[in-house]
């Protein structure tokens, strides 16, 4: 159901990265295509496990579990289905310099005659689902999907991610390293923070010895990406460290004039590659 019986002329569609709480999901009518994870031959959708019995069994792995992007067919049984009460589709996604899944939707969305559109988020997790979250204030506000998407553009440079890890071993692990691995090394007592690029890949940010010290780096990075503006959205995630995600929430609601600030867990595709972890993304805005 849309907000407030809002009728809108386009759908909205992402994927399981989004890391979007279901009952945020239901409530802005989002529908979400969930990516794979395999342990071995076992494999099942993103959000099947929680995230205390998907690190369990992670930690008993002898290999870390793989992930895959939504089949083709997975992306073209939710636009046949959006399709049914919607006129377009917007199908926004994570960031297709670390996953293959823009690439399954567009091969997907050329089925459909130019009623769907893809959008590369460049982002993943809170960052992308802040700009899922926009485009579904777009559709509430009667825009088009042009208009949308023309939004989206802008909503894409202005929201920024960070991701702080308590190790890189997942991430090397997976192959995701990238510009990363110059981190590498010694990394006793170390949190590393990741943001993504231009090119939506990660790139690092900087090495901080200890918690506290990569909280407060976090919060100071936070600072200046919202630019000088003090009104935001923001969207603050975790992996195993619920406590530490809180104290964030806290600071950013003292330090800022939050709209919103989303509260989120991140699921087993995100969690597979960065391993116990928090972030933060903000949108500034104008009130």
Known sequence: MDVAGTERDFAIITDSTADLPVDVAVARSIDVVPLLV?????????????????????????????????????????????????????????????SGTVASARQAAERFAGKVHVFDSLNLSGGLALQVLDAADAADEGLSAGDTLARLEKTRDRAKMIVGLDSLDNLARGGRIGKVSAFLGSL???????????????????????????????????????????????????????????????????????VEIMMYEAGSVVSTHTGSVWGVAVLPVSK
């Open 188 to 258: 006793l007592d170390l949190k590393v923070t990741l943001t993504l690029d231009a090119q939506g890949k990660f790139t690092p940010v900087k090495r901080t010895r200890g918690e506290k010290a990569a909280l407060v780096h976090t919060l100071d990075w936070i600072e200046e990406a919202m630019g000088g503006t003090r009104a935001g959205r923001f969207a603050v995630g975790q992996a195993m460290s619920a406590e530490r995600a809180g104290r964030i929430r806290d600071a950013i609601a003292q330090r800022f004039d939050a």
């Open 38 to 98: 395999s342990f071995g031959d076992d494999s099942f959708p993103d959000g099947t496990l929680s995230q205390v019995q998907f690190f369990e069994r992670m930690a008993s792995s002898a290999k870390l579990p793989t992930t895959s992007q939504p089949s083709v067919g997975a992306f073209v049984e939710a636009y046949e289905k959006a399709l049914r009460d919607a006129v377009e589709v917007i199908s926004i996604h994570i960031s297709s310099g670390l």
